[in-house]
């Protein structure tokens, strides 16, 4: 039974191309989160999806970042004319309908040179 | 919308000892808190979580008390271990029966057990 599968684990993007961070659930779970984690510094919430549907993305900057969770396939999170200060730990976590509990992934490491 | 403190942001203590880590939260709908540890470059594991309706849980060496009047909740950890050094970090969301929202982190605690 897999846990959340992110990919690619390390990311390296130069100032203003794209990045496209992939995240699979727990086979089963239908509630996708986002978390940005700075350089010693705890999460911060991005976005909250279900399939198809964003439910809350006010952690989300209003410019330059989306994401998606598709009927089929992986949610995405997609940063587009990166910037230094994007460089992060971008961590996703799922979880059930029916349980307040979030497993989590291993992160992708995105840095902008 | 909700904020959760922490504190201390670094603990030391010796091997043996007891570590108490502390949190407060602003948001009274909350009602899920869990605690998670996070190695150098791993992900954040849960190690113990607490619902609105229980005031105490423990697991092995590790416990949680919630206060919901006070809005406040902590971490202990007793006999500690060298393998407990790590960050730890609170965190609180609410769970309805359409699912959880998504968690709101304390900036972290980074334990250091000295041996």
């Known amino acids: 039974n897999a846990g959340v599968m992110q990919n690619p684990r390390h990311l390296v993007r130069r100032r203003g191309q794209e990045a496209r961070l992939r995240c699979s659930p727990v086979k089963g779970h239908s509630h996708v989160y986002w978390y940005r984690q700075l350089p010693e510094e705890g999460l911060k919430f991005m976005v909250y999806l279900q399939k198809e549907n964003i439910i809350d993305e006010s952690g989300m900057p209003k410019e330059r970042f989306s994401a998606e969770f598709p009927k089929e396939g992986p949610s995405i999170l997609r940063i587009q004319q990166v910037v230094r200060g994007d460089s992060a730990a971008y961590f996703c976590?799922?979880?059930?309908?029916?349980?307040?509990?979030?497993?989590f992934g291993s992160g992708t490491r995105l840095t902008v040179v | 919308g909700e904020n959760v403190e922490q504190h201390p942001s670094t603990l030391s203590v010796q091997e043996g000892d007891s570590a108490v880590i502390k949190c407060t939260y602003s948001d009274s709908a909350s009602n899920y808190f869990p605690w998670y540890k996070q190695e150098l470059g791993k992900r954040p594991q849960l190690i113990i979580d607490i619902r609105s309706n229980v005031g105490e849980k423990k697991d092995q060496r590790i416990a949680v008390t919630l206060n919901k009047t006070a809005k406040h909740f902590s971490l202990h950890i007793t006999e500690t271990q060298p393998e407990d050094s790590a960050v730890y970090f609170c965190a609180a969301s609410i769970f309805s029966g359409g699912g959880a929202d998504g968690l709101t982190f304390g900036k972290g605690t980074h334990l250091i057990i000295q041996p």
């Open positions: 976590a799922s979880s059930r309908r029916d349980s307040d509990g979030y497993t």
